[in-house]
């Protein structure tokens, strides 16, 4: 079986919870690299990257980056304008990555109920 090489954004609870099912529930898995805006948080991603290697950490200062800033000053300029979506990332766009997302689930025979 071949590893498969995976890296994680974010380190937080959600974060975590990925790299420990990784560790314990994916055969071939390896975390290699993790990314937080908290580099301490991302130097410590529990329990340890599955392929025994060690996480690199990619931080940021807390900037404008942070949180949903950019998108949230985007509804805002969007709602002040009148506009019913933003022409940076379209409903059509969101459809269009939601369906290859669906088949990529597909591909991988990942079903979630009612399906």
Not at 79 to 85: S, V
Not at 89 to 106: F, G, K, P
Request: hydrophobic share 40%; aromatic share 4%; glycine share 10%.
């Amino acid at each position: 079986m071949s590893t498969v090489r995976i890296g994680v954004i974010g380190a937080g609870n959600m974060g975590a919870d990925h790299v420990n099912t990784l560790h314990r529930w994916v055969s071939g898995a390896e975390v290699v690299s993790v990314a937080d805006v908290d580099g301490e948080r991302a130097r410590r991603p529990p329990p340890h990257p599955a392929g025994g290697g060690t996480p690199l950490a990619y931080t940021e200062p807390r900037t404008a980056h942070d949180a949903l800033h950019f998108e949230a000053a985007e509804a805002a300029r969007c709602i002040t304008t009148g506009q019913l979506q933003s022409p940076l990332r379209t409903l059509a766009d969101s459809i269009t990555t939601l369906r290859v997302m669906d088949d990529i689930r597909a591909l991988c025979g990942i079903t979630f109920p009612p399906q």
